[in-house]
């Protein structure tokens, strides 16, 4: 697993960004069926809560979790109100703002929010067409009559999000991490197609009542 140094100094928290090493099971989290939306679901127990592609909870000893194999596995958490959310964040949701999305589902106060944004595919390695780059604001040529492709930056983008919303810089902690680079570490849809396996990231309020 990787950990991020900033959710790591909290001390009521528990979370992990999957990798090929620590090939997690669901059973016994929370999950969703994803379906690259900006859907957030609120998740009170273990097991399949629904559609979508952001789980929110502030129930101890629940972990929630998404899966990922290129798109982005964003963490937040408010550290006042003690509500956690795993967001799954590809090119649609986060076009479509899902983060922001979930910290509204969340009901939290920018100020409070702790974010890591775990390891996706880079800016280096995601080259898309002008159909998606558009939504990103991102430049692109006119070549013999083809619009020329270019690479966006996902990470980037939802780091503004947050920012956009009020979340402090210093509050955000980006695990720079190229899914499709690294292939002894990750798995990548865009690299191994349908082999490709998923990684598991979750984050979880501990249930200090069960461990006293």
């Known amino acids: 697993m990787i950990y ?16 090929r090493a620590a090939p997690l099971s669901q059973d016994g989290m929370a999950s969703l069926k994803q379906i690259h939306s900006a859907r957030v679901l609120a998740a009170h127990d273990a097991g399949l809560v629904g559609e979508g592609d952001a789980l929110v909870t502030d129930q101890a000893g629940l972990r929630v979790s998404i899966r990922t194999a290129d798109c982005y596995p964003v963490l937040l958490v408010d550290v006042k109100t003690r509500r956690v959310a795993a967001v799954h964040a590809g090119w649609r949701g986060t076009a479509a703002q899902i983060v922001r999305e979930t910290l509204r589902e969340m009901q939290a106060d920018a100020k409070n929010v702790r974010a890591a944004i775990g390891p996706g595919i880079g800016k280096c390695c995601y080259e898309v067409g002008a159909d998606v780059a558009r939504f990103f604001g991102a430049p692109t040529a006119q070549s013999a009559g083809h619009t020329a492709k270019c690479c966006i930056d996902l990470a980037a983008a939802n780091r503004q999000q947050l920012l956009d919303a009020g979340v402090d810089g210093a509050h955000i902690d980006v695990i720079a991490r190229c899914t499709f680079c690294d292939a002894e570490n990750f798995h990548s849809f865009r690299r191994d197609k349908e082999s490709a396996g998923r990684l598991i990231s979750y984050v979880e309020i501990k249930n200090t009542a069960a461990e006293a």
């Open 4 to 19: 991020s140094a900033l959710l790591s100094e909290i001390d009521w928290l528990r979370h992990g960004f999957g990798t």
